[in-house]
């Protein structure tokens, strides 16, 4: 690891490598998941009725055998339950009411004694469809003559700044007009016009979802489940039952992996709706692994057109790109994605002129939810890909080309803002050096082709403007501190970053720091969503205004009773100590019980408790026909990927052997987790670049399991995986943090694609790059025979 | 649905149980004796999360019957610390940054238990294939790796 210098000095803990918060109760079995709850015996099992059908029309539904079968104690439909769902665009009813719209929508769901009797109701329940012609590609799904999916589109709820087309099947066109590409395509020397193919892929945390509803008699909810998004889904499901937020409440205990697959709503409201029919008695809905394939949140697939040239010097001129998302049979969330990757759609590169069109079109596939990247992996995999073409094209060495055209600090963006201070091109040249570019070792065996490539990545949190974040900060009798959260820790170490910074801003060890679990809505301060790679940086900065209020009233409780100026205190270690009069007072005899009066009559301060808030204020809307504004989002993350790989020339295989990432995270608060998630996420991006793909044939999905939907395993994975860690500060982020986690998937397929063209001179439409898929384009090639 | 009475050995102790025939030893560990650290990834074979020892081997345990039970010893990941201190594979396991969400974690400490108690010195290939049945999603394997090969050295 290669740690940039800065000048600015940190408190301790910030940037030490401390020992994970939940590391000891994870490998003793104490950490609690959500389907390690104990109910007792009054728990019913919940299951669920799904359509066989891409689409249909429900003409009906007869649920009176399996309301009869002995041990159902509940069985509901949509009937009653007429309101929308979804995050930026209410598109989804909790259960199907008039039509289905892919293979998994829910159509009923019965609450029983046992999942055994809960899954033979399910049979007795009959529907009767009349099936409809479904659209099952994305640039069909635009075209006039495709079947409407969501004709009463222009009823729905939508965010300001979604733009949905009524009468088609787009629920959102982002468009950018910068400059003008027409103008300048006769002025390229080189141009590369190029189709990609990025097929749907799954989530596939290693832990299912799961959801365990109770409603009270008053109506009260409350929801334990696997979940990113605790307040979120308490808004929205809130929202769409038509009850008061306040009287939904969710517990969430540990999440066994999310990758975004347990952001914003996806299953729990059919546990809600389920458990409302029998009041008093929790009831759960786990996902079988399989429904976790096909009903979960998918990665939606993009069909992508890339028009790039440049000119003899290799300086980029035009871009021009033609996005169609395969978002599925609902696109509450999908509809966000393509507005980021259309405000990204230049890639990290400074372009003076870029036409982008970003279709959100509704397909009656698997809905399309927010996945480790959001967007970004998808769009970089082609785009990148033809940076490298280009570069190849002129003559230029693909690293030149890069370090020519990516953005450095002050670069006008595509959507017409300034860039921040940026260390993109010291990633680049970290991660370059790292692999050896221009040095070519021979393969290890006569049979084998070595490559290496490289690729560039940029990313935005993608959320609303005003995506808020708050913390509190509490002391013990002993002095110790417990700090709230809304966030959640999904595996990427989210609360043991926020103990190092309620530490170092308050001043105690970082031992002392405990998070206050499981998150609850009803005693947690609030936080938007774990999303976004945003929790290091605004959960974080909540947490340290937090952990600074909490300061000031020590510190001016202390100043009062001993008389002194506050700016001669300080904390340290956990004790006050002052500059001045050299007295010490531990924590421990301040924080709950005050300090006497200088003259001893009577008593100063409390209990204290600290709070702390963080919302960007800066954000500003895009114009909806140019794309074009101040500052669309509140910072991009860059970085740099390299691979170097072999291919088999017998059997196409594709052997990665060395992978070096390199990321600009402003501040690393723990150098060990940022390392962490740049190697989880290169070896997730390596799995969907090698052997992953929902294969989807007309609407159903044919590998709904682990068997034939493979993911990297132990066996697959290069242990030379180099992590370089570049820091050039965030102005607004914690000591200058910013998100990593989902960044580093983003640029792996393109690199690994890059590597394999140089290995063995193809390019595929698409990833995974099978053995079997390489082998044939080998042949076709005529590499092989 | 006919009972059976079992007796068998969970981390050192001696549990009797009636379980029905279709019960299997996951369901039994986690509900009848709250032993939750042994984790339902897919229950049906594949990912290894649900991963105990089986008469000191390592048995996916959504696919072993608890009436198979009877008789044996298991160790579920609950009982790999002893007297509140862990099992080197577990502190190695830690010290690599091998832990993220922690779901995989039990299942991946037993196979790594069994494989270092019948292969004390295993090569980097002998713990990649002792780990291939159990998927992890968040670390990328190469810190679990580390990890044992840690403990091994130890």
Known sequence: ?785 | MAFHRITFNVNGELEQADVPSNMTLLKMLRENLALTGTKNGCAEGECGACTVLMNGEPVNSCLVLAVECDGAEIVTVEGLAHDERLDAVQQTIIDAGGVQCGFCTPGILISARALLDRNPQPSEEDIRIALVGNLCRCTGYVRIIQGVQEAARI
């Open chain 1, 1 to 785: 690891m290669v740690m940039e210098e800065t000048n600015t000095k940190v408190p301790s803990p910030i940037g030490e490598n401390k020992i994970r918060l939940d590391a000891r109760e994870k490998v003793t079995g104490a950490a609690l998941f959500a389907d390690d709850i104990q109910f007792g015996s009054g728990l019913l099992h919940a299951r669920v009725k799904r359509s066989p059908h891409p689409h249909a029309r429900i003409i009906s539904i007869d649920t009176s055998k399996a309301k009869a079968l002995p041990g159902v104690k509940a069985v509901v439909t949509g009937e009653d339950y007429p309101g929308y769902i979804g995050l930026y665009l209410l598109d989804r009813h909790i259960f199907c009411r008039d039509k289905v719209r892919y293979v998994g929508d829910p159509v009923a769901g019965v609450a029983a004694k046992s999942e055994q009797i809960a899954e033979k109701a399910l049979q007795l329940i009959e529907v009767e469809y009349e099936v409809l012609e479904p659209v099952l590609d994305p640039e069909a799904g635009v075209s006039p003559e495709a079947p409407l999916l969501h004709p009463n589109l222009e009823e729905y709820e939508v965010a300001n700044f979604i733009f949905p087309e009524p009468g088609t099947n787009i629920s959102n066109h982002f468009k950018i007009r910068k400059g003008d590409v027409e103008s300048v395509w006769d002025e390229c020397e080189a141009l590369v016009e190029r189709k990609y193919h990025i097929p749907h892929i799954q989530h596939v945390p290693i832990e299912p979802h799961v959801a365990i509803a109770k409603v009270d008699e008053t109506g009260e909810v409350t929801l334990w489940g696997s979940s990113q998004s605790p307040f979120a889904q308490r808004n929205l499901i809130a929202k769409c039952l038509g009850i008061s937020q306040s009287d939904m409440r969710v517990i969430a205990p540990y999440v066994g992996g999310g990758f975004g697959s347990k952001a914003g709503v996806s299953m729990e409201a059919l546990a809600v709706v389920i458990a409302s029919q029998v009041k008093g008695r929790p009831v759960k809905l786990l996902l079988t692994r399989e429904e976790e394939f096909y009903t979960a949140f998918v990665r939606q697939g993009l069909v992508a057109y890339f028009k790039m040239g440049c000119d003899a010097d290799g300086r980029l001129l035009a871009m021009e790109n033609k996005f169609f998302w395969d978002a599925g049979a609902y696109t509450e969330y999908g509809v966000n994605i393509t507005r980021a990757s259309g405000y990204s759609s230049s890639g990290p590169y400074e372009v003076p002129n870029v036409k982008t069109d970003s279709y959100c079109v509704y397909t009656n596939h698997p809905v399309g939810g927010p996945m480790r990247g959001f967007g970004m992996p998808e769009m970089h995999a082609g785009l990148e890909q033809c940076i490298d073409e280009l570069a190849r094209d002129i003559d230029m060495d693909p690293v030149e080309f890069r370090r020519i055209n990516c953005l450095k600090t002050g670069s006008v963006l595509v959507t017409g803002s300034k860039m921040h201070p940026i260390g993109l091109t010291q990633c680049l040249e970290k991660a370059a050096d790292a692999i050896g570019w221009g040095s070519k070792a021979p393969p290890s065996a006569p049979n084998k082709k070595r490559g290496k490539g490289i690729a560039l990545m940029w990313k935005a949190p993608a959320m609303p403007p005003n995506a808020g974040s708050s913390a509190w900060v509490e002391l013990a009798e002993d002095g110790t501190l417990t700090v709230g959260v809304g966030g959640q820790d999904i595996g990427q170490g989210a609360f043991t970053v926020a103990a190092q910074m309620a530490a170092a801003a308050l001043g105690v060890p970082y031992e002392w720091v405990r998070i206050a679990t499981p998150v609850d809505t009803l005693y947690s301060p609030y936080e938007w969503q774990t999303v976004a790679s945003r929790l290091t940086w605004s959960m974080g900065n909540a947490v340290v205004n937090a952990a600074k209020d909490a300061r000031r009233q020590i510190l001016d409780l202390v100043a009062e009773a001993w008389e002194e100026d506050p700016q001669n205190l300080d904390i340290v270690n956990g004790i006050v100590v002052s500059y001045k009069s050299e007295r010490e007072m531990p924590l421990k005899d301040i924080a709950i019980y005050g300090l006497p009066k200088p003259d001893d009559q009577g008593w100063l301060g409390g209990p204290v408790r600290g709070r702390g808030n963080f919302m960007p204020s800066y954000i500003t809307g895009l114009d909806p026909e140019t794309g074009q504004g101040e500052r669309a989002v509140v910072h991009y993350t860059t970085g740099a990927q390299a691979v170097e790989l072999e291919v088999d020339l017998d059997t196409g295989r594709v052997e990665i052997l060395r992978g070096v990432s390199a990321f600009d995270v402003g501040r690393a608060i723990n150098p060990e987790l940022v390392e962490a998630q740049m190697e989880g996420g290169f070896v997730q991006g390596m799995s969907s670049a090698l052997f992953e793909s929902m294969q989807l044939k007309d609407g159903v999905m044919q590998n709904p399991s682990f068997v034939d939907y493979r993911i990297a395993t132990s066996t697959d994975v290069p242990l030379d995986l180099e992590n370089i860690i570049v820091e050039v500060p965030q102005d607004d982020g914690p000591w200058g943090a910013r998100g990593v986690g989902e960044h580093s998937m983003v640029p792996t397929i393109p690199a690994i694609a890059n590597a394999i063209y140089d290995a063995v001179g193809i390019r595929m439409e698409g990833p995974p790059f099978t053995a079997e898929k390489i082998y044939l384009a080998m042949l076709d090639a005529g590499i092989v025979k």
